[in-house]
């Protein structure tokens, strides 16, 4: 059982720690002939498929590395556009990797924003007075668990739906946020977090909740 | 217990975007419910992009099929099937309010709230 990742929130929404441990993502890597049976497009400063479904590449996945050299956003390794190079027959027979995109900082900035104002609004959607922000969401493939601190920060984890104890690895991550970053001298409150005491501990902390199963009020 | 029920179509982005915090693509399903300490909001989104929001109090933990009941045993029956109604306008539908304000009466975690 996975913790996928933990991300931290200050007062005004902005992200100030982020922490990624989730599995390598699915990758497929087919060598195609013209012409491309799958139709991408552009999207985010990336080339993603938008229809087309064949041995793993599914539609959402972005075009990775083409002959083995990594993309640049829109463009190949070498500067061409992806889609006009993709247009000519004269580049096949061409291998491509698809995968999964990973979020990129601006995204995840974003999204971190983003659930701090849906974090106010869960509060205030409330049929009953008194109701705290979100506290836990749950998908189809991971649960997100929220903590906001009387001070307004936000300890957010991201595991596997099964995974039980988080409620503890919160109040732990909070701990070690205030040993190690709080009480370290040249860290500015509100600003992101640069302590290298605090990744290890996190990393540490996140490796007993997982070998664990649950993280014990023992630890 | 308290049940509220709401009926969205359209293109809502904000709650889509969960998914994209995801590490797999398998995406079957994907935002299902968030709780805060005093309710939980259910969702359910049909292909056709119709969402059902359901809030409950933190004893119901799954609603999902409560939700796809309403859509494929109420809305599709009294509301689609309808040749008045307007689908995307404002659901005008006696028959459909009274069997909805039924079905949830006879939900097993529906209790009346003490006054």
């Known amino acids: 059982m996975v913790i996928f990742s933990v991300y931290v929130v200050n007062k005004a929404g902005g992200l100030i720690y982020q922490y990624d441990n989730y599995v390598p993502r699915a990758e497929a890597e087919k060598t195609f002939s013209f012409p491309l049976d799958l139709v991408l497009k552009h999207h985010d400063e990336k080339v993603i498929v938008s229809f087309g479904q064949r041995d793993g590449i599914r539609v959402g996945h972005a075009v990775l590395s083409i002959n083995g050299v990594d993309v640049m956003g829109k463009n190949t390794g070498e500067g061409k556009d992806i889609l006009e190079y993709l247009r000519d027959a004269n580049n096949y027979p061409v291998s491509i990797r698809f995968g999964r995109a990973r979020l990129s900082s601006n995204e995840k900035l974003m999204l971190a924003s983003m659930f701090h104002s849906l974090f106010a609004i869960g509060s205030q959607l409330s049929p009953d007075v008194g109701s705290s922000g979100i506290e836990m969401l749950e998908t189809d493939v991971f649960k997100l668990h929220c903590f906001q601190t009387l001070t307004g920060i936000k300890f957010i984890v991201l595991a596997d739906p099964r995974q039980s104890g988080i409620d503890t690895l919160l109040r732990k991550i909070y701990e070690i946020y205030s040993d190690f970053a709080l009480k370290n001298p040249f860290y500015s409150l509100e600003m992101p977090i640069r302590c290298e005491l605090f990744d290890q501990n996190l990393k540490g902390a996140l490796e007993v909740a997982e070998k664990a199963g649950n993280f014990g009020a023992g630890s | ?115």
């Not at chain 2, 099929?65 to 005008?92: A, F, M, R």
């Open chain 2, 1 to 115: 217990m308290e049940t509220v029920c709401f009926i969205a179509s359209g293109t809502g982005r904000s709650r889509r975007e969960s998914p994209r915090m995801s590490p797999s693509v398998l995406r079957k399903d994907g935002f299902l419910s968030f709780q805060t300490s005093k309710y939980r909001l259910h969702y359910y989104e049909t292909p056709s992009g119709l969402k059902f929001v359901m809030n409950t109090d933190l004893s119901v933990s799954n609603a999902r099929e409560t939700l796809q009941h309403i859509y494929s045993n109420l809305y599709v029956e009294y509301i689609v099937k309808n040749p008045v109604c307007v689908l995307g306008h404002n659901l005008d539908s006696e028959l459909f309010s009274s069997r909805l304000d039924a079905f949830i009466r006879a939900l097993p975690y529906y209790s009346p709230r003490a006054a």
